[in-house]
């Protein structure tokens, strides 16, 4: 089985910052792709930040310059550190993974349960 749980939501007022984290568990063999995505209500879920397995990252157009994607290979997790929030990133923030187990050949995407992220105007 593999797991992927995520931290660190809450809520917070517009312009101040959060930092989540995503930690893969479970009988992992390798990761490739991590990201992190959001889904508001009524909406449907988007792309926030992705991050390769050589660091190569890419965002949305509307978070780039505030948000900060990273990874610990070592530690099996994924980071987003959001600055200067604001009212539209209100959202449930799921973070995925291409994983490949132990046992397998081929990766596989893997999804967290999400973690609610509200901010106040």
């Known amino acids: 089985q593999v797991q992927l749980v995520e931290s660190g939501g809450g809520l917070v007022q517009a312009g101040g910052s959060l930092r989540l984290s995503c930690a893969a568990s479970g009988s992992i063999g390798s990761i490739s792709a991590m990201g992190w995505h959001r889904q508001a209500p009524g909406d449907q879920r988007e792309l926030v930040a992705r991050?390769?397995?050589?660091?190569?990252?890419n965002y949305a157009d509307s978070v780039k310059g505030r948000f900060t994607i990273s990874r610990d290979d070592s530690k099996k997790r994924v980071y987003l550190q959001m600055n200067s929030l604001k009212y539209e990133d209100t959202a449930v923030y799921y973070c995925n993974a291409m994983i490949r187990r132990l046992t397998k050949a081929l990766y596989e995407d893997y999804w967290g349960q999400g973690t609610q992220v509200t901010v106040s105007p």
């Open positions: 991050i390769t397995r050589d660091g190569t990252t």
